[in-house]
């Protein structure tokens, strides 16, 4: 059963700095790649950054030099600790693995929201 908890999301002002968090219960986990999506209202989901097993990891351009993706197999953790916020990075924020393991609700997480204001 997959399991995947999204916490460290709320509001913050333009130019501040969050830390999300997301505990994955799948097997297999240190060999998987993992990433962070995020889904706007009215919006298509999207990959905002992504991290293989070694640790080498991908970001959307428009996250480029101001997120950072991190993982801890040991702990089944990965993080993204975002800087220089921009009220387009409000969205609600989920992680999974890299592609997902499917769309459906089954898959996901509750996810965590993340409110920029200007």
């Known amino acids: 059963q997959v399991q995947l908890v999204e916490s460290g999301g709320g509001l913050v002002q333009a130019g501040g700095s969050l830390r999300l968090s997301c505990a994955a219960s799948?097997?297999?986990?240190?060999?998987?790649?993992m990433a962070w999506y995020r889904q706007a209202p009215g919006k298509q989901r999207e990959l905002v950054a992504g991290?293989?097993?070694?640790?080498?990891?991908r970001y959307a351009s428009s996250v480029k030099g101001r997120f950072t993706i991190s993982r801890d197999n040991a702990k089944k953790m990965v993080n993204l600790q975002m800087n220089s916020l921009k009220p387009e990075d409000t969205a609600v924020y989920y992680c999974?693995?890299?592609?997902?393991?499917?769309?459906?609700?089954?898959?996901w997480g509750q996810g965590t929201q993340v409110t920029v204001s200007s």
């Open positions: 991290i293989i097993w070694s640790g080498s990891p």
């Open positions: 999974n693995t890299d592609p997902p393991l499917g769309w459906s609700l089954d898959y």
């Open positions: 799948i097997s297999d986990f240190r060999i998987r790649a």
